[in-house]
């Protein structure tokens, strides 16, 4: 189910985990990462306080992201947790060997008049 709760620093959930990727579910408005200190929730903060032992004091971050999610957008995050799983993850992002969804949940009707009209329907 959607987890509406606000995100907190010990509510990352891992969808999953081996030992080149981690692969978690990020919280809607959070960041994922940030140097500023008045930033005290981020996607980096998440992993460093659940997986402390998976950091690299090497990277910038303490983790290498393999992609970015806009702030207020939800949904799963892969993080590389080595320089060739790393290579490997960026190579298949700028080939476009991966296949990205989004899904848009609304409340409400939608008018399909207008829709059309607007040509936002096919």
Known sequence: GLDME????GNLCTLYQ???FLVVNKHWDVRIDSKMWYEKLTVQSQLKHQFPELADPNT???FRFCHQLDFSTSGALCIALNKMAAAKAYRC???RLVTKIYLALTGGTADVGYQKRHKLLK
């Open 6 to 9: 606000p995100a907190s620093i």
């Open 60 to 62: 910038y971050y303490g």
């Open 18 to 20: 081996s030992s080149d």
């Open 93 to 95: 992002f700028r080939d």
